[in-house]
């Protein structure tokens, strides 16, 4: 599954990916009651959803408006605001990551430390009620679990006013945090990629593409701007299918030579518990000849920092090696659940098949099913295995 973000027409502003998320099914109530309670804090915000067109195009509309207007808070403080929200701990650690990325850019920008940087327009509370907002739908639709493509962002042009004056259009901290990203200028004298906007681009995005790569849409979702331009003011979001069966992953890496078996073995099964594809632990010599294990796992984007931090905790390993977006082929996989009789009575074994190109490679039992069946007959489990084609 890919999910496309195309900001190349009208930009990109978080009320937008709110507006395409909820075209997608992400639920508007739910929505609503997280954005604003998370808002409170901040000086609270009244969010309703419409149903528009723009341009032809029919969109939803995810109207923020602030309630009060607060003072600027510095970003440890506005961090420990976000922090004491009740919110679960993906969504607030992402939500922390896009503040972090808008921070750093305003940093940059003012010569400023993350300790002494103060948030303006950012830190108000229409953008913490876009920012969890996009967060919160974004895992409901479980799209964490997916693949995430952007599309290059159109900025606009022209100048826009703010806290520090006028300033050219993309703003100095949107160009900050667009570094590396393909934007594209216009198509119209307007601001287009707010900060809120582009740091949740940047925060969710796993690769930017300059095309739609080769896919199967399923779903198309249109998030509405607030202006009217000549064009429809829109964000499309596509979810779709993918034709190649190709596969993602991270392979992390770390050398050990001072843990137990017993301890290996515990790391490994706590590994997989945390979500890993796959673990391995191959005998390794080590400088100085010493004698070690080098452990490798694999794992999907979405366990990559809970199964590094697992590493960390249980081995104490002062480094761990990240090969991320690695490629790999993988056959279409189909789960076939087959009924035997042994010994009088009837056993449902599931097995793995496996295809490419519509052919069938492999058809394997599964080793659970077949382990429960030795257990219950007393025969040996190669015996079993025997029975079992």
């Known amino acids: 599954m890919t999910i496309i973000i195309d900001p190349q027409s009208s930009g990109i502003a978080g009320n937008m990916i709110i507006g395409a998320l909820v075209d997608l099914g992400a639920n508007k109530d739910e929505l609503k009651e997280i954005m604003e309670k998370s808002a409170l804090p901040f000086g609270g915000v009244e969010v309703n959803f419409d149903k ?52 750093k850019a ?92 582009s740091a949740i681009y940047a925060e969710i995005c796993d690769e930017i593409k300059e095309f739609i790569p080769q896919i199967k849409p399923k779903n198309i979702g249109y998030g509405a701007g607030k202006k009217d331009f000549n064009h429809p003011n829109v964000l499309r979001i596509i979810e779709s299918s993918d034709i190649s069966e190709s596969d993602e992953i991270d392979v992390i890496e770390t050398n050990l030579d001072h843990l137990t078996g017993e301890e290996i073995g515990y790391l490994f099964d706590k590994l997989l518990d945390a979500g890993a594809s796959d673990v391995s632990i191959t005998p390794i010599i080590m400088k100085k000849n010493r004698q070690g294990s080098l452990l490798k796992v694999i794992s999907q984007k979405q366990n990559r920092d809970r199964l590094i931090d697992v590493i960390f905790k249980e081995t104490g390993s002062l480094g761990i090696r990240i090969a991320p977006n690695m490629h790999r082929g993988i056959a279409k996989r189909e789960f076939v659940k087959k009924e035997f009789e042994i010994c009088g009575e009837t056993f449902e074994v599931t097995f793995k098949n496996g295809y490419v190109n519509g052919e069938l490679i492999s058809s394997r039992a599964e080793y659970e099913d077949l382990k429960q069946i030795a257990k219950k007959t007393n025969l040996p489990l190669i015996k079993i295995k025997e029975m079992i084609k």
């Open 52 to 103: 528009v067109t723009k341009q032809g195009i029919d969109s939803t509309f995810c109207q923020v408006k602030m309630l009060r207007d607060e003072h600027s808070v510095n970003y440890p403080e506005f961090i420990e605001k976000i922090d004491n929200l009740d919110l679960e701990d993906d969504i607030k650690n992402a939500s922390i990551k896009v503040f972090e990325r808008i921070a």
């Open 106 to 197: 305003e940093a940059k920008v003012h010569g400023k430390s993350l300790d002494t940087i103060h948030f303006h327009e950012v830190g108000a509370s229409d953008a913490v009620a876009d920012v969890i907002g996009s967060i919160y739908a974004y895992y409901s639709l479980k799209f964490n679990e997916k693949k995430i493509i952007g599309l290059p962002i159109a900025v606009g042009g022209g100048r826009v006013k703010t806290t520090h004056g006028t300033i050219p259009v993309p703003a100095p901290a949107v160009m900050e945090i667009l570094k590396g990203i393909p934007i594209i200028g216009g198509p119209v004298d307007s601001e287009l990629a707010t900060p809120t906007g």
